[in-house]
């Protein structure tokens, strides 16, 4: 059996680390001769640590899948988007207060320093001026950062697509107004081959049309020589819907968006609560 998890929201609990639950059940399951890979919008750097903090070797899907990096650190795939195609869409948002972005290269994270300003601005503001679901998320996206390694700030990102050999695998845009982000993913949607996701209903998440965790857990399991039918997947976010469509087995988190749970096989704990850990002895309990 291939077991697939995501990251965020799911594998890390709310301090953004691996759990001891966690990692010993991702190890009994590893000793059991089931594959344990982790599939993400991080980069590959981020989740390659934390699983290196916690004492695991894992396949690794990153970037929504733009990117596959066996244990052996071998790239299986790589799949960035067309440069001169997304950068009109860069620029826009470049000069709109109110969007902020991330761009991400295959081992780095690009922020401008004056949007991470504005989103620090933002999470500092009281509840009389914006709702107290925005101010936890606005928090937990500042922490999340300081939490990934691979972040640099940098005056004017211009100077990073200008770059030819910086190749864009994902580009991550968040915003508290709902006009600003529908503009944004109209803008991208224009462009082809291109795939419009999202982790959370104030973001969205850019990638190549043929980058989704689905295609990279399945690339994976297509290496180890594992069957649709024997992928277990586990998730909260909307960004984790293609590989819960092509799996075997789907596990929705308690945390999960509702369309997750609506089309999970089984719904575990919560990723403060060990759920990853809970959902593999399920999954084990079941053969």
């Not at 991702?26 to 919008?41: D, N």
């Not at 991400?104 to 933002?122: A, F, H, I, P, Q």
């Not at 990638?207 to 399945?218: D, E, L, R, S, Y």
Request: charged share 20%.
């Amino acid at each position: 059996m291939l077991i697939a998890l995501d990251m965020d929201g799911t594998t890390l609990n709310e301090e953004g680390q691996i759990s001891p639950e966690n990692k010993e059940a991702i190890l009994h399951a590893q000793s059991l001769g089931h594959i344990v890979i982790i599939a993400t919008g991080r980069s590959y750097m981020d989740a390659e640590r934390q699983l290196r903090l916690a004492g695991l070797n894992c396949p690794v899907v990153s970037l929504n899948g733009a990117l596959v990096t066996l244990p052996d650190q071998t790239l299986a795939a790589s799949i960035p988007m067309n440069k001169e195609d997304i950068i009109p869409a860069l620029l826009w948002m470049n000069e709109v207060p109110g969007l902020y972005y991330e761009v991400y290269t295959k081992d780095n994270v690009y922020v401008e320093l004056n949007k991470r300003v504005e989103m620090e601005k933002l999470a500092t503001l009281n509840e009389d001026e914006v709702e107290e679901e925005f101010r936890w998320l606005l928090k937990a996206m500042v922490e999340m950062q300081f939490q990934q390694a691979a972040v640099s700030y940098v005056e004017n990102m211009e100077e990073i697509w200008s770059k030819e050999d910086n190749l864009i695998y994902k580009t991550l845009v968040f915003s508290l107004n709902r006009e600003l982000l529908k503009e944004a993913s109209l803008r991208f949607s224009a462009i082809p081959g291109l795939i419009i996701t999202a982790s959370h209903s104030s973001n969205i998440e850019i990638n190549h049309k043929n980058a989704n965790k689905g295609t990279g857990v399945a690339m994976v399991a297509k290496h180890y020589g594992i069957p649709a039918a024997q992928i277990a997947v586990m998730g909260d976010s909307y960004n984790d819907l293609p590989m819960f469509e092509m799996a075997g087995y789907r596990i929705a988190m308690e945390n999960a968006a509702p369309i997750l749970k609506e089309t999970a096989d089984f719904i575990t704990l919560n990723h403060k609560e060990h759920g990853v850990a809970a959902g593999i002895r399920h999954l084990l309990d079941k053969q």
